[in-house]
């Protein structure tokens, strides 16, 4: 049943993860429980507009992950500590959910449904190097990080993890830190990003995917690519659909991996329809 366009309106809320961590989100909409994984460097207000429009026939749960926006932290780190706050989510929206995750976001979202019981799961360019070929980071990048975070660096650590991780081109991360307002929100999450390199483990050598720990996702899976990006992407997607149990790829007319905040209305069509069932 579709909702009302009143009973779209997103509401601030928090849960508490098993180890206290406080997770806050917005909720929106009526309808089978849907929960948003951001990518990194990314908090709840980058999935605004697409939360809006699934809202429409989900109740979507668009959270920050631990450590960004309005969610407390956490001394000690890991990807453990992230698949519980996502089971707190589901047992906020009363014990069933799907979830959709992009980028780094994705292979958390894919970690989580190994772990947890999904009712369908929905994934945007998880960013595996399958081949020898694939673009990848450099050995050393998670030293390199770490590195330029405890100098207190935070700029340089959201250049490098763009240009070296991303392949964006270091004109365009020179570009976006002439807006002072974005670059002030990218480094306030770059202490995060560590979390994100270790959700990606060891899936960006250039090696293909083997069937652990993907073969524990039981839900009907859907990985989503867009065809303005690089290739990498789409080879990535079709070997996680082969290794997965119930999984199918698509690749989308238009996009490209900044999908989720550039495009969310060629976006939400797509996951509207997969998560119907």
């Not at 929106?28 to 951001?38: H, Q, R």
């Not at 309005?70 to 890991?78: C, G, I, K, Q, V």
Request: aromatic share 6%; glycine share 10%; with cysteine.
């Amino acid at each position: 049943m579709s909702a009302s366009p009143d009973s779209t309106a997103a509401v601030k809320s928090t849960t508490v993860s098993s180890d206290g961590t406080t997770i806050a989100f917005e909720q929106s909409g009526n309808g089978p429980a849907l929960i948003l994984v951001s990518s990194a460097l990314a908090d709840r207000s980058d999935a605004k507009r697409l939360a809006a429009l699934l809202a429409v026939e989900f109740t979507v749960i668009n959270y920050d992950r631990r450590g960004r926006g309005s969610s407390s932290d956490h001394a000690e780190y890991a990807v453990d500590r992230e698949i519980e706050d996502i089971a707190a989510l589901i047992e906020h929206a009363g014990g069933s959910a799907s979830v959709f995750g992009s980028s780094s976001g994705a292979v958390l979202a894919l970690r989580a449904a190994a772990r947890l019981k999904i009712d369908r799961l929905a994934l945007y360019e998880p960013p595996f190097a399958v081949t020898d070929e694939a673009f990848r980071p450099p050995a050393g990048f998670a030293g390199h990080i770490g590195t330029l975070l405890a100098e207190g660096r935070r700029g340089e650590a959201v250049k490098a993890f763009m240009v070296q991780a991303q392949g964006m081109p270091a004109l365009m991360v020179h570009a976006m830190r002439l807006m002072p307002r974005a670059w002030s929100n990218l480094k306030e999450t770059a202490h995060t990003l560590p979390y994100d390199i270790l959700v990606m483990g060891d899936t960006q050598q250039g090696r293909p995917l083997g069937t652990e720990p993907w073969s524990g996702v039981a839900a009907p899976t859907l990985v989503l690519t867009g065809s303005r990006s690089p290739d990498g992407f789409q080879q990535a997607a079709r070997s996680l659909a082969e290794v997965l149990p119930d999984a199918g790829h698509r690749m989308v007319h238009g996009l490209n991996h900044g999908a989720v905040v550039m495009a969310p209305k060629k976006l939400a069509p797509c996951l509207t329809a997969f998560l119907r069932g």
